[in-house]
Structures are given as C-alpha cells and as structure tokens.
C-alpha cells in the first residue's frame, strides 16, 4: 500500500469520528449546538483531505464504484454542514431541528457509512 493511500485511510478515520459524534448527537438532542457543528465541520475538512489523499493513491483510476460513492457521500456530508450552519444561523439556540433537516442529516450520515464500510471490504479483499 503507497503512503498516499495510507494517509488517506488514517485521515478517513477521523472523520469518521467526527462525523459520528456530531450525527448522534444531533440525531439525540435533535437541537444543532456549536459542538455539532465544530464535529461536522472538522469531518468534512478531514473528508476532503482524505479524499485527495486517497486519490493520490488510487491504482485503479479515480472513476469507481467506491469512488463515486465516496465523492457523492462527501457531498452529501458537505451538503448537511451547509443545511445545519443555515439552520444554526437563522434561529434561536436551542431550536430543535425541523423534521426535514433531521432526516436529511441521518440519510447524509448512513450514507457516508456504506462508502466507508464499501472501502473497508475493498482494502480487506485486496490484502
């Protein structure tokens, strides 16, 4: 494995962190807070390292499945800081979160896990 590929997953773990402690505990409190927000943020910053350095490292072109899972996943994330910042910014502290964006934020997160969970089970089948 070339160290750009490693860097890479080691970095993806830390956004797996993050993302998972802002996703719960938004999904818990159903309240956006400065800590979900600073988790969230920090993800994606993490993601979009992770990415580059992933495709850095990419042997296999940087057109497959997993790849277009990983970069539609990162939307998605990106997508639902923009949607909790708008959120954050336009109402009270301590509003709890519309329905909408509530199911938004749980899609966005699941569906980041199953690009995780397909790089996973690659790496593992190829080692």
């Not at 749980?106 to 995780?116: D, G, H, K, M, P």
């Amino acid at each position: 494995m070339n160290k750009f590929s490693l860097a890479g997953i080691i970095i993806v773990q830390l956004a797996l962190l993050c993302y998972s402690v802002a996703t719960i505990k938004e999904q818990r409190s159903s309240i956006i807070s400065a800590v979900v927000l600073s988790f969230l943020t920090i993800g994606v910053m993490f993601d979009i390292t992770a990415t580059v350095f992933m495709i850095l490292g990419a042997s296999r072109g940087i057109f497959t499945l997993h790849g277009i899972l990983g970069y539609s996943s990162l939307v998605g994330m990106f997508i639902d800081g923009v949607i909790l910042w708008r959120f954050y910014r336009k109402n009270p502290v301590g509003t709890r979160v519309t329905r909408p964006v509530h199911l938004y934020s749980r899609f966005a997160y699941l569906w980041w896990i199953a690009a995780y969970i397909t790089g996973a089970l690659l790496v593992a089948f190829r080692h």
